[in-house]
T-cell receptor, first 112, second 113 residues
Framework: DAKTTQPTSMDCAEGRAANLPCNHS???????VYWYRQIHSQGPQYIIH???NNETNEMASLIITEDRKSSTLILPHATLRDTAVYYC?????????????FGKGTRLSVIA | DGGITQSPKYLFRKEGQNVTLSCEQN?????MYWYRQDPGQGLRLIYY???????QKGDIAEGYSVSREKKESFPLTVTSAQKNPTAFYLC????????????FGPGTRLTVT
C-alpha cells in the first residue's frame, strides 16, 4: 500500500471549515483513499473514502487531485466534538480484505 | 443494535498471566482484525482473519494468539511472552472487498503490573 504523509497537528476555529491535507504521491490506480478519525480513548470512526472522484457525505467532503497524488478532507463547519486524530489511509482494492495501515495522523484541535 | 462489542473496557492483570480479550460482531462481516495502540501512536496490526478457521499474523504478532471458530467472534489472547502488554487494544471487522470500510469496537485498555 502506498504511504501517506500528513501534518502532525492543526488548529481550527469553531464554525470554520477544517481542511486536512494528505499526500500519497505513490498511490496506484486500484488504491482507494480512506479517512478515519479517532476521538480520545475511542475506536477509530470511518469518515469517507474515494477512488478518484470527489466525494461528500453527511460528515465531510473528500477532494482528490486529478493526478491522485494528494487529497484534502474538509469538515465544513467544525465543532468542538470534531477534535480528534484524523488518519488518511491508502488501501488496495482486492477481492479479499487488506487490513488498514495506520500512520500517526493529524491531531486536529477545534478551538472555541 | 448492530456493531462490535469488546469486553471488558478496562482489564488489569499481573505480570506472567495470560489474558483473553473478547471481540464479537453482529454485522455478518467475514473479516476481523486486532490492533494495538500505545500512547501517542497510531494503530499497529496484531492479527487478522478473513474467514472462519483462518487467520494471518500482522506486524506485531509475537506474544499474542487468536482463534476464529465462529464468524461472529475473534478473541485475542495476550500471553506471558508478550514483553510489553500494557496498551489499548482495538478490534475491527469489515465485509469482503477492499472498498468496504472497517468498523471498530470501543477498545479494551489492558494494564499489566
Amino acid at each position: 500500500d502506498a504511504k501517506t504523509t500528513q501534518p502532525t497537528s492543526m488548529d481550527c476555529a469553531e464554525g470554520r471549515a477544517a481542511n486536512l491535507p494528505c499526500n500519497h504521491s505513490t498511490i496506484s490506480g486500484n488504491e482507494y483513499v480512506y479517512w478515519y478519525r479517532q476521538i480520545h480513548s475511542q475506536g477509530p470512526q470511518y469518515i469517507i473514502h474515494g477512488l478518484k472522484n470527489n466525494e461528500t457525505n453527511e460528515m465531510a467532503s473528500l477532494i482528490i487531485t486529478e493526478d491522485r497524488k494528494s487529497s484534502t478532507l474538509i469538515l465544513p463547519h467544525a465543532t468542538l466534538r470534531d477534535t480528534a486524530v484524523y488518519y488518511c489511509i491508502v488501501r488496495v482494492a482486492t477481492k479479499g480484505n487488506t487490513p488498514l495501515v495506520f500512520g500517526k495522523g493529524t491531531r486536529l484541535s477545534v478551538i472555541a | 443494535d448492530g456493531g462490535i462489542t469488546q469486553s471488558p473496557k478496562y482489564l488489569f492483570r499481573k505480570e506472567g498471566q495470560n489474558v483473553t480479550l473478547s471481540c464479537e460482531q453482529n454485522l455478518n462481516h467475514d473479516a476481523m482484525y486486532w490492533y494495538r495502540q500505545d500512547p501517542g501512536q497510531g494503530l499497529r496490526l496484531i492479527y487478522y482473519s478473513q474467514i472462519v478457521n483462518d487467520f494471518q499474523k500482522g506486524d506485531i504478532a509475537e506474544g499474542y494468539s487468536v482463534s476464529r471458530e465462529k464468524k461472529e467472534s475473534f478473541p485475542l489472547t495476550v500471553t506471558s511472552a508478550q514483553k510489553n502488554p500494557t496498551a489499548f487494544y482495538l478490534c475491527a471487522s469489515s465485509g469482503l472487498g477492499g472498498r468496504y470500510e472497517q468498523y471498530f469496537g470501543p477498545g479494551t485498555r489492558l494494564t499489566v503490573t
